[in-house]
């Protein structure tokens, strides 16, 4: 009987230091992997390996406060980004949502043509573009209220 859990507990131990050092090996793996992301450089890869197989736990816990905080793919994409942000876009048409539908229409549309909602008006003086409220045209001084449409049609 006693013999049983003397070799039972012998098992366990081996079991639980063979864990250990599986996990230990592919942590190292994983600083090794996560230094070539992140790095051009063979010197920092190798340094990061040895990091990886230093007592256990402790190189990769010190790898992980050193490495770079970006990813040289992401490096990549703030800097297409940022390209994309300073370089002028010519083809861009200023565009607004319509305030029924929601659909984007550009900014000097004066009826939606999704959903036929009316914006503006054109003046009958000077063809400018008018919102709806107004009574008098800004660009001419032409008289556009109601009565002034009535007296237009006729």
């Known amino acids: 009987m006693i013999g049983d859990a003397a070799s039972l507990l012998i ?11 599986v996990l230990w090996i592919a942590l190292a793996f994983y600083v090794v992997r996560d230094a070539r992301q992140r790095s051009r450089s063979q010197s920092f890869v190798t340094l990061a390996a040895l990091l990886g197989f230093m007592p256990p736990f402790l190189g990769p816990l010190v790898y992980f406060v050193l490495r770079p905080p970006r990813t040289l793919e992401e490096e990549r994409a703030l800097e297409l980004e940022e390209q994309a942000l300073l370089e002028p876009s010519f083809d861009t048409v200023v565009t607004r949502p319509c305030p029924t539908c929601g659909r984007d229409i550009e ?34 001084a032409a008289d556009v209220g109601t009565h002034a449409l009535s007296r237009a049609s006729r």
């Not at 004066?110 to 000077?126: D, W």
């Open 11 to 21: 098992a366990g131990l081996v079991a639980v230091v063979i864990y250990f050092g």
């Open 107 to 140: 900014q000097d549309f004066i009826i939606c043509p999704y959903c036929r909602t009316q914006f503006a008006r054109r003046c009958v003086n000077c063809e400018r573009s008018l919102r709806l409220g107004w009574s008098v045209c800004p660009y001419c």
